[in-house]
């Protein structure tokens, strides 16, 4: 599969995108500083083994398991083991070491980031990186987080649960993450309690000692960017190379549930409206929702306007059903971070628009979807760890408005999705999460990338990052998407094989163009 290909998947997959910026750089109130690490020292190195079916069809993949402490405060308690998965250097005679890759999420999986994409990857570091990817704890085939005892269960209780869009609909919501929680206690116990991202930045460097690298190179997206932070911080002198692409504010990350969810939506909306300027500019031989005598930004409102009213047809949707305006709002999170599917979300919210929501009925089901809402569990169980609900899900009258507020397009979605949970009583509690300073400084400098359009993790988020950082250059692609590969641009790639490789940061100030526009017959960008 290429990254072509690859994008759309990790797209899809997205339930928990954190973005926003906060400019303060001193650790939360309410956050107890890590302890001291020292880290692992150098192990006996990685196993590595076939894979199983279907990677083992690719001579270049190698898999293996590495058991890392439950709790690293005591490291010789209980033990779990981390899924990871090698794509060999295609140029091993000129090999620098591993390249440590993660997808973000939380909780998307790195294994099959490089099964996937673990050619596209070996290209950016000029072939000459062995690419590694991990499940991190609690995710995945890393001793994943439960929270039902059977598929069943699991299907039972998120039969027919879409985003609520009434007073009732969102008291039943949280009495249901009340629930949930409740649940996820009972079947995944201790384990909830050592699945933060301090605890997977200390993996991570376990990883890096035990494949023998004395210093680590790493690619972090999306929140891939928020373990990239967190391992500088906690490890400066052990980086070599780390490139983000797709940042993630960690000050307000970190500072609460509230709070990270206004800032994973602060960025939305604004992109929202830049996809409508640019499909009125395509005009209706590029862009569906252009056709008519009304304006796209009039043809969208009426849209919504109907679906607050009452359910849209989807007559062929997968299954056939209705549109309800909680599916309207998910029916947006693949589109909007994939710039080359702009045209066919054009075309199909001109189709609800005329009457037919098949096709956003089909896309929101994905996420609704019992797999879909173990995603979002997932990610509630490393972000509720990192950042606690300040609020108790019972003030979800007044918490979900200020998060809506932020983003009226995704406000409610990310806060039910990853809020709730948090603010339910969640079982897990860390006492050594990681909440600043991220200040350190690195020898060699950190490499920050971000499209200007991003509608996850908006470009300010990057600028207070390489403002914060010791040692950071910041390279911004006017481009759209989320990361920047969703709008691949030459520019981006050669920037990104020559840091990577030769730890040459592009000047102060570099801005890249993408490859081309997102709609036909656009040219300014």
Known sequence: MTLGVFRAVIAALCCALMAAACSSATQQAGAAPASPVTGPAPGPGIAWGPCAPPADQDPALQCARLPVPLDWNAPQGRQIELAVMRRQ?????????????NPGGPGQSGVELVAGGGSDFDRWGGGRFDV???????????????CFTSPEEQARFWAGVSIPATAAESQAYAQRTTDLARRCGEVSGELLNHVS???TARDLDALRAAVGDPQITYVGLSYGTMIGQTYVN???????????DGLIDAVEYTESAEARTVGDVAHTDGVFARFRQLCQQAGPT??????????VDQRVAALFDRARLGPIPAPTA???????YGDLLVSTFTPLRVPEMWPQFATDLDAAANGDASALETSAQQYQSPEGYQSSVTSSSISCLDGPAQQPVTAW???????????ALWGAVNGWWLWGPCASGWPGRSDDRYAGPWTARTQNPVLLINNRWDPATGIRNAEATQQRLGNAVLLVQDGYGHPTYQDPGACVDAARERYLVDLVTPPPGTVCQPDGPPFPGVTPR
Do not use: I, Q, Y
């Not at 140029?91 to 890759?101: D, I, N």
């Not at 590029?286 to 304006?295: D, S």
């Not at 997968?318 to 309800?324: F, K, S, V």
């Open 197 to 199: 991202t301090t605890d």
């Open 89 to 101: 250097a295609s140029k091993p005679a000129e090999r620098l070491g591993s390249m440590f890759v």
């Open 318 to 324: 997968t299954p056939p059903g209705e549109l309800t």
């Open 397 to 407: 009258p007044t918490v979900v408005p200020e998060f809506d507020r932020s983003s």
């Open 234 to 244: 906690m490890f400066p002198d052990r980086v070599r190379a780390v490139m983000l």
């Open 132 to 146: 590694v990817g991990w499940d991190p704890r609690g995710t995945n085939d890393s001793s994943p987080v439960e």
């Open 286 to 295: 590029g862009c569906a929702l252009a056709r008519g005598p009304e304006t």
